[in-house]
């Protein structure tokens, strides 16, 4: 069996695990294990699937200095954003207890018999129930919230779901001892093994999403990957739904009227926006509109010596260093002039400069306009906001679009960026910076092609969705019915006859 | 260009139409038109749109008469039945009409500005907007109900999506006339013509599916419709979701009770399920398990009885016909017992015979629970209904389970009886039969694979969120935001701060 590595990016230091990739009998195993789970964790209702949400996010906070010791070691993320890192991952935890407890999210409906324009109808009643075990895809740069303890292990678990997580190699022992909290979490509550597991290695993640067991795949990670996965999902005598969560270039546009009001505060933001945790976010702004004139000047000016006054960052993986070293070149070959650029000591391991990069409008080709991941950021100069509508309209489709906006800006071209980005992104953001989700239930999380491949988002209440079904009742004798859909039942909103119902009590 | 053919099933006899085969300059403009229309079909707003739902209702049933007429001699299915469906059609433009002004389909919620346990955290509001234009396959057995006029393109019309339609070959005349009647209320309304457009020929699906501007696909087709569908998608540089109805064997139990107690009423009940329209509906149901006993011998000789004195069915083409014959000799093959089939005059039309097949519960292989599209029933006789659960789980997942149960039946085989099914259908009907799907709020037509490719419902009030997709804003101002999601707004429910609001006014 292979041994499974972890390595050091501050130092690029690998070192065996005691951990071995997953062979096909273990995978079985753990398949036949979380089919047996998904009963339990069905049957243990809303309300106690709660208690356990909640019971994992004290877990996770009571092993917080092991895990974010795990995690530094294995990411080169700093101490302070794997903190929140992992506050947030208990956060999503609690916020979908809150969902549970609420009921809404189950869409209970009930149609009582009644006369129809086609005949006598049947009683009908309709909820949203698990669809059984799914498996989840860890993402190389969220070692927590959007890995083994992350927002889609949240959603999965809360769904009634299990969930089986294919490890990131870039964080092994974190993902183990994240599976770790969440056993205990489960253990204590008198739950079976198979509520959660963790796979390791390339092929058990090709072998997971072929498995009849599994009913739905949720992915963190790139455009190949999500390619990948679709085609074996494809070769399935069952195809299952991927919700693929991938590639994002969140354009800022900054207006002149913003640059001219308040030039130093938007170059402090871009500035954290695009570098912090080493620029290795899927909301990262890869490209920001500046416009000429003074404003714009002194922004890029601002930011620029931010630029050049910073450190080096460490990156995750080599595989993350490369393809960042390679890309800003690319970038730089298509047309794009270094703006700023800092000496850094690059030491073992696998740090970078953060780099600025600048180009006319007229010089923005598609390539230059392609996600870069990491710290680099692409300022685009533009003469004339009316020309930014057709400019953005090259850029790919997005998680989030941005802008600015001041004293003097025209009404309508700002209504026509919203509307541009309201066609091709998921979240358009005033005034501030596209990173630093917010989790809550109005949050979305997803966009068109390449950023998800699908109409669902990832982050937020209505996540939950992706790993539910509907099924419904047809003149159904009370007894058997879910206790969600009898009549005397009022703790959760439910739509009767067609009318929405208020909570009672 | 190719001429369209009709075909009359009911004589066999072919005729060249006045439509041709949709060619790819004519497709480029027909998806030029879509998307240009989409913005208006979304302008027009939630309550405007409810007019255009209500208006076609009102043209289709103007148009009454002539539409039946068309689709008798394109489908050779009943007056009555007809009638029937085109009722159902105008039903569900009005249902999602009274979804529109219900409003809580759009899915509002807010969150204000709030500090969180990471930190301050900025207004988020969120909603549901439509996705763009929609390509729709009609199906072969709804010439309304599911095609031009059918329940998808009521969906996406609800949605703001316009409506690109590839005509089944079965009926492009009535397909045709469908779409006229569209055109004639949207135009009233003063739309242009993009939200409505009709496609011709199997080339012409092909180049839908991959233009651009189309934004996802509905199909009520077979699986292997929905193979080559998905390959089309997947050859896309931005895949787009598919919504696929597709197989469905709709197993029905009876009970030991239930047969002692109503044998005559449920062979009755059955003959219907499985005879009319000529078995060609998707939740027809292809399996019975009848008890061994008196009352399943008098149910079954009531059932014999039936279809021996039945008539012959017209079936809707060539294909079909010679699909059902071959599936029954198939069933025949691999073992399933002619148990009644009547001699039927089959003249030059697309004629069957109804057929009764019947086997013993071990000798139900594989083969013969599989679907047989037409007027085919496989009654699988048991002695304890313990060994039910077993072969239920070997026939293939689908739309509906149904199960008849009676005084003396044990509560516990019906309930996990049940449970069986919750896990292996999208619907569980209980002393009645699949066929005859009500319009409404709890309606759910779907199931796992092969009955749908997703978690999605093709009938019903939810049917409208295939055509939409989640959009936040972040910190908007309030002239930018939708009026649904202004602070004031308290027409629809809404999630304000995580709570469900009741509806003002």
Redesign the interface.
Known sequence: MNVVNTVDPRDGRRRATELTETDESRLEAIAEQASQAARWLSDLGRLRRAELLDAIAAELESRRADLIATAEAETGLSHPRLD?EL??A??QFRMFG?VLR?G?YV?A???HAAD????R??D???ML?P?GPVAVFGASNFPFAFSVVGGDTAAALAAGCPAVLKAHPSHPLTSHASAEAIGAAIRDLGGPAGVIATVYGEPAGRWLVRHPAIR?VALTGSVGAARAI??AI?ERP????LYAELSSVNPIVILPGAADDRADEIAEGLFGSFTNSGGQLCTKPGLAFVPSGAGGDRLLEALRGRVAAAGGAVLLNERIRDGYEQRAAEFERAGARVSARPEVDRGDGFVVAPTLLEVDLVGLTAEIADECFGPLMVVVRYDDAADLDAALATVP?SLTGSLHHGPGDD?DA??RL?DGF?GR????????YPT?V???????H?G???ST?????SV???SIRRF??????????A??LPEELRDEYAAI?R?V??R?Q??VG
């Open positions: 929140g506050t947030r208990a956060v809150e609420d809404a869409e409906a009930i149609d129809t324009p086609l005949g109808g049947p009908l009643r309709r129930v669809l739905a679709q085609a494809d069952d195809p299952i739904p489709p009404a700002v209504r919203v309201a992104t998921g979240r358009v953001v005033f005034d501030g630093g917010r989790v809550s239930w109005a949050q979305h997803g068109p092609w390449p491949n699908a109409v669902h988002t937020g209440a209505t539910l079904r509907p099924l419904a009742w047809q003149d159904a004798p007894w058997l909103p739509r006859d067609g929405l208020p909570v």
